[in-house]
């Protein structure tokens, strides 16, 4: 009994801690939406990708041994982060990008939330030491979390806009990390300290620099 309270503590604090930036990705991925319609997506797009969640939760330990999957988790988020941030017009207007349909939205919702939650799956089926109950138990609790969440951030967002580059940088440090974590690239072995930093930098700048280079095209189109 003592176990498995030490276990479902284990799984609600793992929850707490890695099911905010997909509550924040879900926040930015509704936010261009109509309020009626930003509901329906935080829903959907929520249900699903907790579903999606404990698909692959079962197949956990299979995970662990697809080389180079977190690196094509890393690519997708980092796909995600430039197109949250890049210009969506040639003058003047928003500066960001979100869905503006409801089947774009719940789309981009699953794609980021089953790259982000490589590490929650892991973190939970570990906690839950193989017991299946405990394992759909920690995935159901993100439930609630990302739900609440999403509103919130959407909320922010609608009074602080630029704040989604705050989102944008979360995607890309998860990026960094999961690519600094592939066995497959070894790149802790030759850079045990900081890789996650170098990479999220050099990932943050290559962003910057398309959105600039994609803004500047658009004005010459326009102006030509």
């Known amino acids: ?7 479902v503590l284990a799984i609600v604090l793992i929850d707490l801690a890695l099911s905010g930036d997909n509550a924040l990705v879900i ?35 299979l995970l662990l041994a697809i080389p180079y999957l977190q690196l ?15 210009p969506a017009h040639a003058h003047g207007g928003p500066t960001v990008r979100e869905a ?8 981009t919702i699953l794609i980021a ?16 030491h193989g017991s299946i109950a405990l394992l759909v138990f920690g995935l159901a609790l993100s439930i609630p979390i990302v739900m609440f969440g999403s509103g919130l951030v959407v909320r922010l967002l609608d ?27 070894r790149i802790r072995d030759f850079m045990p300290l900081w890789a996650e930093a170098v990479l999220a930098v050099v990932f943050l700048l290559l962003i910057v ?16």
């Not at 797009?45 to 079962?58: N, P, T």
């Not at 997708?76 to 982060?81: K, P, R």
């Not at 620099?209 to 030509?224: K, V």
Request: charged share 20%; glycine share 10%; proline share 3%.
């Open 1 to 7: 009994m003592l176990e498995t309270g030490q276990a």
């Open 72 to 86: 094509v988790a890393a690519i997708a988020l980092l796909v995600i982060a430039f197109r949250l941030v890049r």
């Open 27 to 61: 926040g930015m991925a509704a936010r261009g939406l109509p309020e009626r319609q930003r509901r329906r997506a935080i829903v959907f797009g929520g249900l699903g990708a907790v579903m999606l969640r404990i698909a692959s939760a079962s197949v956990v330990t």
């Open 159 to 185: 009074r602080f806009p630029q704040a989604i580059w705050l989102g944008a940088s979360a995607l890309i440090w998860t990026a960094a990390e999961m690519m600094a974590d592939e066995p497959a690239l």
């Open 209 to 224: 620099a398309g959105r600039g280079a994609l803004r500047a095209r658009r004005r010459a189109a326009s102006a030509g």
């Open 100 to 107: 503006t349909t409801l089947p774009e939205a719940i789309t």
């Open 113 to 128: 939330d089953a790259a982000m939650s490589l590490e929650n799956i892991l973190g939970v089926g570990a906690a839950g």
